[in-house]
């Protein structure tokens, strides 16, 4: 007997061969904007710090109302709330386009984007809930030990008896949820246009059902994902970090290091855009064939 999910794998990668080749710069380009927000997390800015003189600080403190703080603070809040608002709702629709490109293997982005944004909003708003979740369960685990470290009273991680199990089941559980509902829910949507409780209600017996496939399922996705996490770290190591160190060292004996370092950031984001075409491409291939395995009404094309 073979599992859906480990049988799936050479016709995904069958798929995703038959997508992205022979190459075409334009089906790359569309493919790397939409897996940028539907697809792995972009690599972490780098933090740069600036030693200012204690005198500066002092004075800045003077000149600035605590108004002023309150409402530069405020200002930037609300920024962020709303840069990650549109973001995720973006990442949300992509989801869409994403599955409508592996279907029929045709990448467009606008007609696709308009025709599943009612959709993408849902999705976002089920999004929204799951990671409320997930903050109830950090919520759940952080809470005693910040009270035993607020009151310098040890009594209290006593809690975590408790509270830990509970954390983990619903941080496990909005996980999962997560993910099935982007890897199963979301193509039912897409080829029926139901809801996402619809989705779920066609889902959900399936899933109860042949567990064990799914189980293997949530098996599989983790090795490829830490797969997918390996290969973009390779890129940055082998690509960014050698040719920056060496740009680097250029620009202290000649003024080319600069050119040589602006090269080298587009080389490697490059390098990360094009693992991450392949990687999301193959994953999205990958959960639409286990998909179509299942009991689930739905067929790949």
């Known amino acids: 007997m073979t599992w859906d999910a480990v049988g799936a794998l050479d016709d995904a990668l069958a798929e995703t061969r038959a997508l992205l080749t022979p190459l075409d710069l334009g089906v790359w380009s569309r493919l790397a904007v939409i897996t940028l927000f539907a697809g792995l997390s972009a690599p972490q800015t780098p933090t740069v710090s600036v030693d200012a003189p204690p005198n500066a600080v002092i004075n800045v403190a003077q000149a600035v109302t605590t108004a002023e703080i309150r409402?530069?603070?405020?200002?930037?809040?609300?920024?962020?709330?709303?840069?990650?608002t549109v973001a995720a709702a973006l990442g949300a629709v992509m989801e869409f386009v994403l599955v409508a490109a592996a279907r029929s293997q045709v990448v467009r982005i606008a007609a696709p984007f308009r025709a599943h944004l009612a959709a993408g909003l849902r999705l976002l708003a089920f999004r929204i809930v799951i990671v409320g979740c997930g903050l109830v369960a950090s919520a759940l685990v952080a809470s005693p030990i910040g009270a035993a470290l607020a009151f310098d009273q040890a009594w209290w991680l006593l809690a975590l008896v408790v509270t830990l199990p509970l954390g983990v089941v619903v941080g496990v559980g909005a996980a999962l949820a997560s993910e099935f509902t982007t890897a199963f829910v979301v193509p039912l949507m897409a080829a029926d246009g139901?809801?996402?409780?619809?989705?779920?209600?066609?889902?959900?017996?399936?899933?109860?059902?042949d567990w064990q496939e799914f189980a293997v399922y949530v098996l599989v996705k983790a090795v490829l994902l830490f797969g997918a996490s390996i290969a973009v770290g390779f890129c940055v190591?082998?690509?960014?970090?050698?040719?920056?160190?060496?740009?680097?060292?250029?620009?202290?004996?000649?003024g080319g290091g600069a050119a040589v370092l602006a090269v080298t950031g587009v080389v490697g984001v490059v390098a990360v855009a094009a693992v991450s075409v392949v990687s999301m491409t193959f994953l999205r291939y990958h959960s639409l064939l286990v998909l179509d395995r299942s009991a689930v009404a739905f067929a790949l094309r």
């Open 237 to 254: 190591a082998v690509i960014v970090v050698p040719f920056g160190a060496g740009a680097l060292l250029a620009g202290a004996v000649s």
């Open 71 to 84: 409402l530069a603070v405020a200002a930037i809040g609300v920024t962020v709330v709303v840069v990650a």
């Open 194 to 209: 139901c809801g996402v409780r619809e989705g779920w209600r066609r889902l959900s017996p399936v899933v109860r059902a």
